[in-house]
Nanobody
Framework: QLQLVESGGGLVQAGGSLRLSCAAS????????MGWYRQAPGKQRELVAI???????TYADSVKGRFTISRDNLKNTVYLQMNSLKPEDTAVYYC???????????WGRGTQVTVSS
């Protein structure tokens, strides 16, 4: 069973930066999508950024130009560099991996990001 473990969350002031990491316990297929979702209190979980086949990236409009997703297939790790953070970025950030060959979604347990104004 593949496990995803996030790290790098924390408390930061508005305008600051954080880098999230998500390490997979087993090998991952670079042709499968991997990325980040987030869920703020009282809101639904939403896509933040994902990276797919050929390292093509998709971002939520709210984070474009501020966040950058990248993956290291040798380390089975995906990263999210978050710059110019805003209070509305406050949420629990979840790592996600989709095994499209077996139709399985994998989720990490989440890491809290809090941006103070």
């Amino acid at each position: 069973q593949l496990q995803l473990v996030e790290s790098g969350g924390g408390l930061v002031q508005a305008g600051g930066s954080l880098r999230l990491s998500c390490a997979a316990s087993g090998s991952i297929n670079r042709n499968n999508a991997m990325g980040w979702y987030r869920q703020a209190p009282g809101k639904q979980r939403e896509l933040v950024a994902i990276v797919g086949t050929g390292d093509s990236a998709t971002y939520a409009d709210s984070v474009k130009g501020r966040f950058t997703i990248s993956r290291d297939n040798l380390k089975n790790t995906v990263y999210l560099q978050m710059n110019s953070l805003k209070p509305e970025d406050t949420a629990v950030y979840y790592c996600w991996y989709y095994d499209r060959y077996n139709y399985i979604n994998y989720w990490g347990r989440g890491t809290q990001v809090t941006v103070s104004s």
